[in-house]
């Protein structure tokens, strides 16, 4: 299998840039819910109860799982309107792995603030991620989008959608990244990159809010074809705003 | 043939257990088959692989024993505040890599109480990760649980590990341009209707360039392409599409063939195409991927 998880990408992307309100920006606030916390988050997300939509059992293809954003560890979620996708189940479980060695690794365990960007926005397969240059026409909804139980529908008026703002960065690397936030030059990147990705993998960024500590996986020059493959924590810098 | 060790467990387990997040905590792993030490240490090496913090409990051999004992065992061992209270691992059989290992939940989602779930030994520490922080659900994992071993060995199951690769037939993925600022979601809900609810390996096409922007954007395609199959090489390298005009729909696409050696490692592989062996002919975008397919398969000639 390939090591991509371009789906998640794309179901965040839409959250961040698309969907009609509550619009969810880059900042998240893990708290360590409890497991009830966290399971309310998941059925306010349209994800439970099970089987959720995306289950066999609701006659959708084997081998997928639903995806929430903001995620179900983040206070985030407490505000409701999450939307979500069903995915890959393998690239959710990912998506899991990296947001649990984060909270490990950069929060050192505790609660924690930190900032969702997105690598390489405009790669192949990943949808909705350069949508803050053109909501209007790159934010059409293609039916595995929802809010809740119900299919998401493309922001209506140009005052909502006027207020998606992004920036598109070049980091010193050669990865194009995309935040919310209006960032500096020289700013450090610290990118959780899987060991073997292919470049046009979408990536997945996530920064600390208090030290500009940044995370992703991201992008590697060869072999497509890895399975599990190791992660690596690589420094990276934002070198300029490309838009 | 090997005994069956009883693996029934209670539908519940104590409640104080479950308070607060655990994220972090080792995971236990335990031992119903009779491992040798190297053979056991092997498998936790397995399971952690350098990115999980997985532990042998400090008792884990319960050979011979009933899945029941672990569970004992566990609820004790969990009252320490060391070990994860609600997530670990029993290996039942010594083929752990044929049969995969049981995942025990001692509080599957708040709803189904203590359940398990057979599933690959090189997934299950993933999965109690993704469970811990609610990035996906307990029944979830159920939907694609291995089968058990009873089941395998009356012929219920099937091969357990049998590659879903070997059930495809071979497919072709086309590269995706637009030199046009044509929509590209909308490009590909057109070309590949159903793309969204496939696993990405079986898509047909794949977005592979937006060349707007630059002056030449058709040159760019031509520059661009055996450099993108080499960096994604489940592409095809001959044929692909571009959709060089806004509107697709009213419009359609260009079918492209390259005519190159697809040899994706040469020191030139951005100067390979030009206009000179590329060659396009125009085509309605409903019937753009099922025409390549054909191309591709030679079922059908390249008609300019």
Same mark, same amino acid.
């Given at each position: 299998?390939?090591?991509?998880?371009?789906?998640?990408?794309?179901?965040?992307?839409?959250?961040?840039?698309?969907?009609?309100?509550?619009?969810?920006?880059?900042?998240?606030?893990?708290?360590?819910?409890?497991?009830?916390?966290?399971?309310?988050?998941?059925?306010?997300?349209?994800?439970?109860?099970?089987?959720?939509?995306?289950?066999?059992?609701?006659?959708?293809?084997?081998?997928?799982?639903?995806?929430?954003?903001?995620?179900?560890?983040?206070?985030?979620?407490?505000?409701?309107?999450?939307?979500?996708?069903?995915?890959?189940?393998?690239?959710?479980?990912?998506?899991?792995?990296?947001?649990?060695?984060?909270?490990?690794?950069?929060?050192?365990?505790?609660?924690?603030?930190?900032?969702?960007?997105?690598?390489?926005?405009?790669?192949?397969?990943?949808?909705?991620?350069?949508?803050?240059?053109?909501?209007?026409?790159?934010?059409?909804?293609?039916?595995?989008?929802?809010?809740?139980?119900?299919?998401?529908?493309?922001?209506?008026?140009?005052?909502?959608?006027?207020?998606?703002?992004?920036?598109?960065?070049?980091?010193?690397?050669?990865?194009?990244?995309?935040?919310?936030?209006?960032?500096?030059?020289?700013?450090?990147?610290?990118?959780?990159?899987?060991?073997?990705?292919?470049?046009?993998?979408?990536?997945?960024?996530?920064?600390?809010?208090?030290?500009?500590?940044?995370?992703?996986?991201?992008?590697?020059?060869?072999?497509?074809?890895?399975?599990?493959?190791?992660?690596?924590?690589?420094?990276?810098?934002?070198?300029?705003?490309?838009? | 043939?090997?005994?069956?060790?009883?693996?029934?467990?209670?539908?519940?387990?104590?409640?104080?257990?479950?308070?607060?997040?655990?994220?972090?905590?080792?995971?236990?792993?335990?031992?119903?088959?009779?491992?040798?030490?190297?053979?056991?240490?092997?498998?936790?090496?397995?399971?952690?692989?350098?990115?999980?913090?997985?532990?042998?409990?400090?008792?884990?051999?319960?050979?011979?024993?009933?899945?029941?004992?672990?569970?004992?065992?566990?609820?004790?061992?969990?009252?320490?505040?060391?070990?994860?209270?609600?997530?670990?691992?029993?290996?039942?059989?010594?083929?752990?890599?044929?049969?995969?290992?049981?995942?025990?939940?001692?509080?599957?989602?708040?709803?189904?109480?203590?359940?398990?779930?057979?599933?690959?030994?090189?997934?299950?520490?993933?999965?109690?990760?993704?469970?811990?922080?609610?990035?996906?659900?307990?029944?979830?994992?159920?939907? =694609?649980?291995? %089968?058990? @071993?009873?089941?395998?060995?009356?012929? /219920?199951?099937?091969?357990? #590990?049998?590659? +879903? !690769?070997? &059930?495809?037939?071979?497919?072709?993925?086309?590269?995706?341009?637009?030199?046009?600022?044509?929509?590209?979601?909308?490009?590909?809900?057109?070309?590949?209707?159903?793309?969204?609810?496939?696993?990405?390996?079986?898509?047909?096409?794949?977005?592979?360039?937006?060349?707007?922007?630059?002056?030449?954007?058709?040159?760019?395609?031509? =520059?661009?392409? %055996?450099? @993108?199959?080499?960096?994604?090489?489940? /592409?095809?390298?001959?044929? #692909?599409?571009? +959709? !060089?005009? &806004?509107?697709?729909?009213?419009?359609?696409?260009?079918?492209?063939?390259?005519?190159?050696?697809?040899?994706?490692?040469?020191?030139?592989?951005?100067?390979?195409?030009?206009?000179?062996?590329?060659?396009?002919?125009?085509?309605?975008?409903?019937?753009?991927?099922?025409?390549?397919?054909?191309?591709?398969?030679?079922?059908?000639?390249?008609?300019?």
């Amino acid at each position: 299998m390939t090591w991509t998880i371009k789906e998640i990408c794309t179901n965040m992307c839409w959250g961040a840039y698309c969907t009609k309100g509550p619009r969810f920006g880059v900042t998240f606030n893990w708290d360590k819910a409890d497991k009830t916390t966290k399971r309310r988050r998941r059925r306010s997300a349209g994800c439970a109860p099970n089987p959720n939509r995306c289950s066999t059992k609701k006659n959708y293809p084997k081998g997928h799982s639903c995806d929430e954003y903001p995620f179900a560890s983040v206070k985030e979620a407490d505000q409701g309107g999450q939307v979500n996708r069903c995915v890959p189940a393998d690239q959710n479980s990912r998506q899991g792995n990296l947001i649990g060695k984060y909270y490990q690794s950069s929060c050192g365990g505790n609660p924690c603030q930190f900032i969702v960007g997105f690598g390489n926005p405009n790669s192949a397969g990943v949808k909705y991620c350069s949508a803050f240059q053109d909501p209007k026409t790159m934010c059409v909804p293609d039916g595995n989008e929802f809010k809740g139980n119900n299919p998401d529908v493309q922001p209506p008026n140009k005052r909502d959608l006027d207020q998606v703002r992004g920036y598109l960065y070049m980091t010193e690397r050669g990865t194009e990244v995309s935040f919310d936030h209006d960032l500096e030059p020289g700013t450090i990147i610290h990118s959780v990159r899987a060991i073997n990705e292919t470049l046009f993998d979408e990536t997945l960024k996530l920064k600390r809010r208090d030290d500009y500590d940044y995370y992703d996986d991201s992008d590697n020059d060869d072999e497509d074809d890895v399975d599990d493959p190791n992660l690596e924590v690589v420094e990276d810098k934002i070198a300029y705003k490309i838009v | 043939m090997s005994m069956q060790p009883d693996l029934t467990l209670p539908s519940k387990a104590p409640t104080e257990l479950f308070h607060g997040d655990a994220l972090g905590k080792p995971f236990a792993v335990y031992m119903l088959a009779d491992f040798q030490d190297g053979e056991a240490e092997e498998l936790r090496k397995f399971i952690a692989s350098d990115e999980y913090d997985v532990r042998f409990a400090p008792r884990y051999n319960f050979a011979g024993q009933a899945l029941r004992a672990v569970f004992d065992y566990h609820l004790k061992l969990a009252e320490g505040g060391i070990y994860h209270p609600t997530l670990f691992v029993v290996a039942v059989q010594k083929t752990w890599s044929k049969d995969g290992v049981l995942l025990v939940s001692l509080n599957c989602d708040g709803e189904c109480g203590v359940d398990t779930c057979r599933m690959r030994a090189e997934d299950v520490a993933s999965a109690m990760v993704n469970l811990e922080i609610a990035n996906m659900d307990w029944e979830e994992f159920k939907d =694609s649980e291995l %089968p058990s @071993v009873e089941s395998v060995t009356a012929g /219920l199951g099937g091969t357990i #590990f049998e590659s +879903a !690769d070997n &059930k495809k037939p071979p497919h072709h993925t086309f590269g995706i341009y637009t030199t046009a600022g044509a929509n590209m979601t909308n490009i590909r809900v057109q070309l590949e209707p159903d793309w969204d609810r496939k696993q990405p390996e079986d898509y047909i096409c794949e977005f592979a360039g937006n060349m707007t922007a630059y002056p030449d954007p058709w040159g760019e395609v031509l =520059s661009y392409h %055996p450099f @993108v199959c080499r960096r994604v090489k489940a /592409l095809h390298r001959q044929l #692909f599409i571009c +959709a !060089d005009k &806004k509107d697709v729909e009213k419009e359609g696409v260009l079918l492209c063939k390259m005519d190159w050696d697809g040899n994706i490692d040469r020191e030139d592989v951005l100067e390979v195409g030009n206009n000179e062996n590329t060659k396009t002919r125009r085509c309605p975008v409903g019937e753009a991927a099922s025409t390549l397919v054909e191309i591709a398969d030679h079922k059908r000639e390249w008609e300019d």
